[in-house]
């Protein structure tokens, strides 16, 4: 069984940074595209960022791009997100996902989740 977890969340001020980690067991990484996701309060789920299985390929919004970073280690199974300069409408749940498909920016591309971690931003 595929199973993600998400840490690294918390209360931050504005322009401060966080460095959410996602560790994945039951399979390994190097066959999985990875993604972040947020969903903040009374809004839809939303795409943030996702990277290809080898790395070489990285995928961002337009909300983010350009202060958020997201890598992989395959050899240690894990995911992060660099969150720099976060606003408070950075705030949000954020999930990680793991997909075994060549498309990366729609829920649906995501076969594996995580129970997500929890971001706030103070102005």
């Known amino acids: 069984q595929v199973r993600l977890v998400e840490s690294g969340g918390g209360l931050v001020q504005a322009g401060e940074s966080l460095n959410l980690s996602c560790v994945v067991s039951g399979r390994t990484l190097t066959s999985l595209a990875m993604g972040w996701f947020r969903q903040a309060p009374g809004k839809e789920r939303e795409f943030v960022a996702a990277?290809?299985?080898?790395?070489?390929?990285?995928y961002y919004s337009d909300s983010v791009k350009g202060r958020f970073t997201i890598s992989r280690d395959n050899d240690k199974n894990m995911a992060y997100l660099q969150m720099d300069s976060l606003k408070p409408e950075d705030t949000a749940d954020y999930y990680c996902?793991?997909?075994?498909?060549?498309?990366?920016?729609?829920?649906?591309?995501?076969?594996?989740w995580g129970q997500g971690t929890q971001v706030t931003v103070s102005s």
């Open positions: 996902a793991a997909s075994v498909r060549s498309t990366y920016r729609e829920e649906s591309d995501y076969n594996f």
């Open positions: 990277i290809s299985w080898t790395g070489g390929r990285t």
